[in-house]
């Protein structure tokens, strides 16, 4: 039982060029969230799906898209990379039978040059 | 002003000294009460949440809302140097994730 995995680790990528980050989760839960951790910042959502098939724009969406075609997967595209968009990028779920609480991917650090 | 205002630290003590970690927020809307801890390079790990006001205590760690004053705390009894990571509280209006706010997070080194 793995939780939430998160692919790649780590990812340098130029001004321009395109990337998807991939999120799973084999916990059979609804909802699923990509947020983005930046110095001071805290943690800000990005996008979330409530179910397979619906997403929805969080905080920060600009620059980004997102993909649920099951309810396993939840994958984020940055189709042109920017410098501002060098942070570190977790994967959560919503935890059920609870209020707000989320479980969190290992992340994605990704550097754009 | 942000919605949630967490000092950013480093907050650097003995071990087995208590720690005091704080939030104060600006939304009274704000239900439910949340504390993550986060190792270097780690994802965050819910520690423990609260609802409405009240403490809840688990272990060595110990949750408090305030909600007239819109502050919330969490307290570490005998801090260990496994304790030391960055702690990070959130808060939302009611459930299913979608407006959950995360403070900036305090970083806590506990010295052996």
């Known amino acids: 039982n793995a939780g939430v995995t998160q692919t790649p680790k780590f990812q340098v990528l130029k001004t321009g060029q395109s990337m998807t980050l991939q999120c799973a989760q084999d916990?059979?839960?609804?909802?699923m969230y990509w947020y983005r951790q930046d110095p001071g910042m805290g943690l800000r959502l990005i996008y979330y799906?409530?179910?397979?098939?619906?997403?929805d724009k969080g905080e920060v969406p600009n620059g980004y898209n997102v993909s649920r075609l099951n309810k396993r997967e939840f994958s984020l595209r940055l189709e042109s990379a920017a410098p501002s968009q060098t942070s570190v990028y977790f994967c959560?779920?919503?935890?059920?039978?609870?209020?707000?609480?989320?479980?969190f991917g290992p992340g994605t650090r990704l550097t754009v040059l | 002003q942000k919605e949630v205002e967490q000092d950013p630290g480093p907050l650097s003590v003995p071990e087995g000294a208590i720690v005091s970690l704080n939030c104060t927020y600006s939304?009274?809307?704000?239900?439910?009460f949340m504390w993550y801890r986060q190792y270097s390079r780690k994802g965050p790990e819910l520690l423990m949440y609260?609802?409405?006001?009240g403490n809840k205590e688990d272990g060595r760690f110990t949750a408090q809302v305030d909600k007239s004053s819109k502050y919330i705390s969490l307290f570490i009894r005998d801090s260990q140097p496994s304790d030391s990571a960055t702690y990070l509280c959130?808060?939302?209006?009611?459930?299913?994730?979608?407006?959950?706010?995360f403070g900036a997070g305090t970083r806590l080194f506990v010295k052996a």
């Open positions: 939304n009274s809307a704000f239900q439910y």
């Open positions: 916990m059979n839960h609804n909802s």
């Open positions: 959130a808060m939302s209006r009611n459930t299913g994730g979608f407006k959950t706010i």
């Open positions: 799906s409530a179910s397979e098939g619906t997403t």
């Open positions: 959560a779920i919503l935890l059920a039978g609870g209020p707000d609480t989320q479980y």
């Open positions: 609260t609802y409405s006001s």
